[in-house]
């Protein structure tokens, strides 16, 4: 058996469908591309892939990944190729690259930070600019994280690595690194409900359009993409 790391892309056409959906999709586009891929023992057997971390509904993508586990070694231009050309404009594969080392942990378990651009669309004058400086200048960004059985307040200022934004057509934009993973992981949709919270420059009503840039894992202390692991 042999392990490979896939990069692919979640479309904005396809952006409200569920990650179940989108899991079926790609499973369809691996069965048409005829490459050997191992499938699990017992009654129900399933096909041997995993993804890095679902995407949210309304979320789209230009960096996801996935683990793929194949028969034998092919070729990686190959497995891509295939791929390709049985798929459509809404899934397209970017990168395949061999796992070799055993004890290399799967995608998911090595995942630290993702890359988002959020754009939140402004509701009358452009005053947001002085609006979020000062929002920004608050040492807590405290919100209330409701569960099935209690309550709880977390910092999500803490879990920002980077956040750069611009105001452009008449939307707040944003490019932002967020802690992801096991650890401690925002979602890109909590941030920017609780900006539209707390900056009434911002429209309540209008859907925030979302777009997951790339997936990162660390390395010596510096954040890198996971598609140079291994």
Not at 4 to 30: E, M, N, P
Not at 69 to 85: F, G, M, T, V, W
Not at 117 to 140: H, M, N, V, W, Y
Not at 166 to 180: A, C, N, Q, R
Request: some cysteine.
């Amino acid at each position: 058996m042999v392990r490979y790391l896939v990069k692919l892309t979640k479309g904005k056409d396809i952006k409200f469908i569920s990650h179940l959906d989108y899991l079926k999709a790609v499973q369809r586009i691996i069965k048409r591309s005829n490459i050997p891929v191992v499938y699990s023992q017992g009654f129900n057997p399933h096909m041997e892939f995993s993804f890095a971390q679902p995407l949210a509904v309304g979320v789209y993508s230009q960096g996801d990944y996935l683990d793929l586990y194949l028969e034998n070694e092919l070729d990686k231009k190959l497995i891509l190729k295939n791929l390709n050309e049985n798929s459509d404009e809404n899934i397209e594969f970017l990168n395949v690259k061999l796992i070799r080392e055993e004890n290399t942990q799967k995608s998911m378990a090595m995942l630290e930070a993702c890359l988002y651009t959020i754009d939140l669309k402004i509701e009358g004058d452009a005053s947001c600019l002085e609006e979020f400086k000062s929002l920004i200048s608050k040492e807590k960004w405290d919100y209330t994280k409701a569960t099935k059985t209690s309550e709880a307040v977390i910092d999500i200022k803490k879990a920002i690595i980077e956040l750069n934004y611009t105001v452009e057509f008449g939307y707040f934009k944003i490019v932002t690194m967020l802690k992801s993973g096991s650890v401690f992981n925002l979602s890109p949709k909590l941030l920017a409900k609780f900006l539209r919270d707390n900056m009434d420059s911002l429209d309540k009503d209008s859907f925030p359009h979302i777009e997951r840039i790339e997936m990162y894992t660390m390395n010596k202390n510096s954040y890198i993409p996971l598609y140079l692991i291994g």
